[in-house]
């Protein structure tokens, strides 16, 4: 016997409860007349992950689960089907005080009307961008459910994301009766988690002797961006099938009870094959005459790419923008986010608007206007210089005597900064700023200037990343927008912020190669500033960098939400105090 299982690997949005559901609702219906008995949700699939402080109001959970029972009662007429449903649980309405009210991250096991089983996640994480602990008291069950026609029944036992993290939810599941592993989870995406996540799947898999199925959620939610990459492993702990990054999809896998061994089991085509090791595995089921097949693994730039458009689509269109707008200096960074939008929007969705300062090089102009053209967008000129001579004339009087400086630069910038925000207060459309990770770190960026905006698109990208993006890009067409958008010019010229004559970056800031080295080690790897140096880079040169980190907390605490997609961005896993006498 083989029974069919089905991932819905869903983009689902926070708070949308009866849309989330109606999304439940559809796959297993589709799941079912594909013949599948088995589906499997993301974590926290009916509210969507995370929902942060909504978990703390009972009228919230409450609407949880009536959400939970609407895909109970729409799914009874499905015999013999099981569905599986992240949702939140707990929360007595009845008590005042939030502190004392017991929450839980759970699962509810739903078959022919009834829910069956809620399980408790048992491993909280509170980590990086995890609060968990926050919200919810940790499970102490096990939930093994059957799934199946009577007397050839699967044994599932269920996990929730970082529960398989660990190695006794696994072994009290197998201890239990469980045949087979489902994890539902909701994981965040930064570059190398894919790999990370498969590998720490098979350790738990040939700790159990049990094949796993890994159940992913997809799409962006603020700050986040969800993969998806849902994959199967059988009980070698091998890959069987494995869904695309970033896209929804349902993916099919059998549960095979068969007791069969192929004669050649050393070497086996897992996308054709199934294989008895312990007494059942898995394998990859065809779908109206076209198999599941494992998606190829792909390299860091192309799954940067893709997270970086999900995260714009997934939060414009979530938060109803109907398009975005940015200024376009002729510089890399610009160029970048313009090249990401339109990818994500489409061209009809994005303006791009060059605002020329006195200092603006004529090569900026021409570059700016080229890859307007080579991108379709609608591209504008409104030049600064009228309204930068009336600031210095306003400010005359006050700065007699006194020579320019930073000030100037900045009133360029924050002119810029004003226009922009003019253009979406009337259009509607959404900034997107275009500071990039190097320089949040280092304040290298303007309050109420280049910062002012509502989705900061690379704020996590460092600069020397900057340039590859834009390097793979122009040698690949990943959303059919069309090849080479951005004019060479603009990734092989120094950059500039073009605010004073003659202008270059690395006249304030270390080479970026070394730059973001340090920032690497000393920001997202929590080296000491001892290990840093004992690899060899300069002491004046960590000692600038790490200074400008520190003295910039302000800036960072009031620029605008942007894609995590490191191991630690600046946002939820970056809480340093603003005000702090501290030196390392």
Known sequence: MTLKICVAQLNLIVGDLHGNAQKII?????????GARLLLTPELSICGYAAEDLFLRPAFVSACHDAVKMVANACAGLKGMVVVVGHPTGGDERSKSVAIQRRFNAASVISEGRILETYAKRELPN????????????????????????????????????????????????????????????SPFHVGKGGERVQRMADRVKATGLPLIYAHLVGGQDEVVFDGGSFALNANGELVARAENFKEKLLYIGVNTHEKTPKNASKMDVSSVSIKYSAIDLIVNEVNGKKDDIAPLRSDEADLWDALVLGIRDYLGKNGFPGAILGLSGGIDSALVLALAVDALGKDKVRAVMMP????????????????QRMGVRYDEISIVPEFKAFKKSLAIEFEGLKEDTTEENIQARIRGTLLMALSNKFGSMVLTTGNKSEMATGYCTLYGDMAGGFAAIKDIAKTTVFKLCLWRNQNDPN???????????????????????????????????????????????????????????????????????????????????????????????RYPITSKFRA
């Open 127 to 186: 980590y990086q961008v995890f609060d968990e602990r926050r919200y919810f008291t940790p499970g102490q069950g096990v939930c093994v459910f059957q799934v199946g026609e009577q007397g050839k029944q699967v044994s599932v036992g269920l996990l929730i994301c970082e529960d398989a993290w660990f190695a006794e939810p696994a072994q009290l599941a197998l201890e239990a009766g469980a045949q087979v592993l489902a994890v539902i989870n909701a």
């Open 26 to 34: 559809a796959s297993a219906q589709e799941a079912y007349a594909q």
């Open 357 to 372: 300062s006195p200092y603006t090089a004529d090569i900026s102009w021409i570059d700016a206007r080229e890859m307007a």
């Open 480 to 574: 059919g927008t069309g090849s080479n958008p951005i004019p060479e010019r603009i990734i092989t010229r120094p950059p500039s912020a073009e605010l004073r004559a003659d202008q270059k970056d690395q006249d304030s800031l270390p080479p970026y190669e070394v730059l973001d080295a340090i920032l690497e080690r000393y920001m997202e790897n929590d080296q000491s500033i001892a290990e840093i140096l004992a690899a060899g880079f300069a002491p004046a040169d960590v000692q600038r960098v790490t200074h400008l980190i520190k003295i910039n907390e302000h800036k960072r605490r009031q620029a605008p939400i942007g894609i995590r997609v490191t191991h630690r961005s600046f946002g939820k896993d970056w």
